[in-house]
């Protein structure tokens, strides 16, 4: 619990947010799957406050900084096409907080997985 009580205590309010709907999403087990959480936020995409595919993507259009937005060109976005599209492409999840998605390349499994589960992992694939 410790270890979960710092790894929250450095996050940002924004970031505490963003880790309830991770939690939400993941739905750990334990206090340990928590803090890989929370110490793993970055492979985690978070549009707060949204809850429909048009949200989505007028989210990731206007405000995620991955585009440039274009103000002029408002009436020609098809955010709700865009928001599906996107969802269709990646995981996750719509929760009480907004929508979550996981861009990690371990499964969601293994990325909370406690340390001496990670630790029997590797010596069983042959790495020590």
Do not use: C, W
């Amino acid at each position: 619990l410790n270890d979960l009580a710092l790894a929250v205590s450095r996050l940002s309010e924004k970031e505490q947010k963003k880790l309830g709907a991770v939690v939400a999403m993941a739905e750990p087990e334990s206090a340990s799957q928590i803090r890989h959480l929370a110490e793993n936020l970055d492979q985690f995409e978070f549009a707060p406050n949204v809850h429909t595919p048009a949200e989505y993507g007028r989210y990731m259009i206007q405000e995620s900084g991955h585009f440039d937005y274009d103000t002029n060109l408002d009436e020609y976005y098809d955010y709700a096409r865009y928001g599906r599209e996107r969802m269709d492409s990646e995981q996750g999840f719509f929760g009480d907080g907004g929508y979550v998605a996981y861009h990690g390349t371990l499964s969601i499994d293994e990325l909370m997985m406690d340390d001496s589960a990670q630790e029997q992992g590797m010596e069983m694939g042959g790495m020590k």
